[in-house]
Structures are given as structure tokens and as C-alpha cells.
């Protein structure tokens, strides 16, 4: 190990990421330590018609350092608006990254855990779901169908959602949430350090007009043979085949004993299906030998189409807050920050949520063994009209009222969710 020490390209190596980090520039860091309400404002949005939830500060009821506080949603059905201020920065010509820590403690069913940046002079007090914003990033969930990370970038006053799919973390741990967003106009989406998705501003959202689309001028020509199966010429319908009857008589019958041709009319034998009949005749059809495929308009470039090299660019970056509606509360916020630097946005999460995860996940899973615990005494308790009924079936019943009550209540949720 001592000759590793020596190595000259280990040196150079430590050399040189030191250099990195010392150029790393943080615009914004809150681990929540003492004096973070100092730094905090929470807005007065939907105070007055009791609609405002409280915040706690807390490391939550499992954790992997109960002194590693953040702030946690902590009432039901409730709006969510807090922000910190920051010296204005522009990204121009600079990585942009945007991190945090969200753990959703309640099992989450309907509600986001995302943040955003601001830009320009916004009254803190004031700041809502309303309020202007540049980025809005991180997890969101609601009922079956919203499990995502929400990548949303302005442009020109025009929110515009990322068109790509990115699944979020859904379970009850802490997990860090990243956006680097490059001058190059390419972006990355990190959870717990590993990349998600990325790619490019100008086709994962709709920022611009297309740089290409379809000719309008453009029309099939007269002779382009779009049918890929056409009837074979070949196939004749035979001779006759339109005179087998569908139905004949039925040779079995027989005229009953009975029979008084004068009273009933001349017998006639009842008729049944005729096996050689084999309905209308049809052509078969062969492949065309003359198919061309379908035709598609050719592309040309976008008359309306301005590229916009700074389109990544956002000039007055000044806040970052969180604003929210939730319908179980228990989401908490931690390790905010921005800066330039993704290596050192990476260092962070190693040294907050990666020394931390383990312990959490026995922290968590130990208090589930004493929910579940709990829950098995609490049960005799709920079925003390236990005298004739067996208390399985009661329980059974009240927990299936349960599952359809959530259900109906998710649907419900969605809809709430999604006029917002
Ligand atoms: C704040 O969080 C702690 C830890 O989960 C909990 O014990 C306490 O009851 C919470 N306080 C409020 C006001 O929700």
C-alpha cells in the first residue's frame, strides 16, 4: 500500500479532483442545521381559509442519524409553500445542478415531493401554486397512474413537462434527486447518484418548433401503390358454386302416420343446413408485388424554427422552494443544493444519503416489525364482540372495506391532483 502512496498517477489523480472541487461553486446548500428558519420563509398562501400545513422539522420517525434534521409535511389535506433565497445567478455557460433528499414516510398516495427554482423578485410570503417558476423537478405521485419525476423547464412564460417517461422511488426510504441540466443543452436525472434518464433539451421537451417537419407540399404520387394484399387474379370462383343451397331437405324425415293430406296440405320434409354450402364465394388475396410501403411525407426544415443557443440558459435564478398539495402528509426535505459542480453534488449525496441508507432501511424495517406488532395486539381489542362471530371473518371484511374505500378515495385524489 505504500508504494500505491508513491504512485505518481494516484498523486496527480488526487491532485486533480481536488482542483475540481475547489472550482465546484455552490449557490445553495441547507442540510436544515440550527438557524435554517433563519433562511426559510413560509409563505402565507391558503393561511387564510385554513388550508396551509405545517412543517416539522424533524429527522422522521425512522432515520439513519436522528440529529440529521430536515423538514416534513406534517398535516393532511393541505397546501405546502416554503422557499429560501439565494444571490442571483445566471447558468450561462455553466452545469446547473439541482439536488435534494425526499423520503415520503406516509405511504404516499397522492401528493408530490418536488421542488423549484425561481427566478427575478417574488414576495416570499406570497409565493403559491400560482407563483411564476423556472424548474420544477422531483418525484410526484397519485393514485396508480403518476409515479414520476415531474421535469419541468420554462420558456418563454410556457411550463413545458419532459416528454419522457421517468419513473420515481415509491417506498417509504430517503432518496436523492438530481437535474443537471449542461450548457450544451443536455440534461441528466440521477436518483441515488445513478442516472435515470438523459438526454437532449431540444427533443426530450417541447422548447422550440420542431427543426424538421413534414412537407406540406408534399403529396403521393398518383401511381404510389399503398396496398400491401390485393385480390389474386388467379382465384375463380368455381362454376356453379352459386347454386348449392344454403339449406335442403332433410332426407332423414319422414311423413308422420298421421299425416291427412287433404286437412294439413301436402307434407313437406323440414329443411337443415346443407354441408356443401360454404357461404358467399370470396377471392383470396396474395401479396401485392407492386407495394411500395406507406407513403410518408419527406422532411424539410422548419421555416419556423429558430434555434435559440441559450435555450438551456435561465438569467435570474434567485429562490428555491417547495410548494405543494398533499393528501397524507409525511414527505420530508433535506440536503438542498445547487451549484456547477456535479462532482461535487455526488460527493454530497455519498456523504449525507449514502452513510446514512443503511441504517434507515434497518431503522424503517424495524419499526414496521413493531407497527405490525402492535396492530396483532390492537386485534382481539377490535373484535371484542367476539362471542358467536369468529374474529378472522370481521377482520377480513373491515379490511376489505378498507382496500375499496382507498381505491374510490385514490380515484377521487386523481382528480383533485389533476385540476391542479
Ligand atoms: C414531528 O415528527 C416527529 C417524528 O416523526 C413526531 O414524533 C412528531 O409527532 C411530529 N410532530 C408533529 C407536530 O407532527
Redesign the pocket.
Known amino acids: 500500500m505504500a508504494i500505491g502512496t508513491r504512485n505518481p498517477n494516484l498523486i496527480t489523480l488526487a491532485l486533480l479532483s481536488l482542483c475540481a472541487m475547489a472550482t465546484a461553486k455552490v449557490f445553495f446548500e441547507e442540510r436544515f442545521d440550527e438557524g435554517w428558519e433563519n433562511r426559510w420563509v413560509k409563505s402565507d398562501w391558503k393561511k387564510e381559509d385554513g388550508m396551509a400545513g405545517?412543517w416539522?422539522?424533524?429527522?422522521?420517525?425512522w432515520n439513519g442519524d436522528s440529529n440529521d434534521k430536515g423538514i416534513?409535511t406534517?398535516?393532511d389535506y393541505r397546501f405546502f409553500a416554503i422557499s429560501a433565497e439565494y444571490p442571483e445567478f445566471s447558468n450561462k455557460d455553466k452545469t446547473l445542478v439541482f439536488q435534494f433528499t425526499v423520503k415520503h414516510?406516509q405511504k404516499l398516495d397522492c401528493g408530490g415531493g418536488y421542488m423549484k427554482l425561481l427566478s427575478g423578485d417574488i414576495d416570499q410570503k406570497k409565493f403559491g401554486g400560482d407563483s411564476p417558476y423556472s424548474i420544477m423537478f422531483g418525484p410526484d405521485i397519485c393514485g396508480y397512474s403518476t409515479k414520476k419525476v415531474h421535469a419541468i423547464l420554462t420558456y418563454n412564460g410556457k411550463n413545458n413537462l419532459i416528454k419522457k417517461d421517468v419513473p420515481c422511488e415509491t417506498d417509504q426510504l430517503t432518496h436523492v434527486y438530481t437535474f443537471i441540466l449542461r450548457p450544451d443543452a443536455t440534461y441528466s436525472i440521477l436518483i441515488d447518484n445513478v442516472e435515470k434518464q438523459t438526454g437532449s433539451l431540444y427533443s426530450d421537451w417541447d422548447l422550440l418548433p420542431p427543426k424538421q417537419i413534414k412537407d406540406p407540399e408534399a403529396k403521393k404520387p398518383e401511381d404510389w401503390d399503398d396496398k400491401e394484399y390485393i385480390p389474386d387474379p388467379e382465384d375463380k370462383k368455381p362454376d356453379g358454386y352459386d347454386d348449392i343451397p344454403k339449406e335442403i331437405p332433410d332426407a332423414e324425415a319422414k311423413k308422420p302416420e298421421d299425416w291427412d293430406d287433404e286437412e294439413d296440405g301436402e307434407w313437406t320434409p323440414p329443411t337443415i343446413p346443407n354441408p356443401e354450402y360454404k357461404g358467399p364465394w370470396t377471392q383470396k388475396k396474395i401479396k401485392n408485388p407492386n407495394y411500395k410501403g406507406k407513403w410518408k411525407a419527406p422532411l424539410i426544415d422548419n421555416p419556423d424554427f429558430k434555434d435559440d443557443p441559450d435555450l438551456y440558459v435561465f438569467p435570474n435564478l434567485k429562490y428555491v422552494g417547495i410548494e405543494l398539495w398533499q393528501v397524507k402528509?409525511?414527505t420530508l426535505f433535506d440536503n438542498v443544493l445547487i451549484t456547477d459542480d456535479p462532482d461535487y453534488a455526488k460527493k454530497v449525496v455519498e456523504e449525507t444519503w449514502g452513510k446514512q441508507k443503511d441504517a434507515e432501511k434497518a431503522a424503517f424495517e424495524e419499526a414496521e416489525k413493531k407497527r405490525e406488532e402492535e396492530e396483532a395486539k390492537e386485534d382481539p381489542v377490535d373484535s371484542d364482540a367476539e362471542d358467536e362471530d369468529d374474529g378472522d371473518d370481521a377482520d377480513d371484511e373491515s379490511k376489505s372495506d378498507d382496500v375499496t374505500k382507498d381505491a374510490s378515495e385514490d380515484e377521487k385524489e386523481d382528480d383533485e391532483h389533476d385540476e391542479l
Open positions: 405545517e416539522n422539522y424533524t429527522s422522521g420517525k416534513q406534517s398535516e414516510e402528509s409525511g
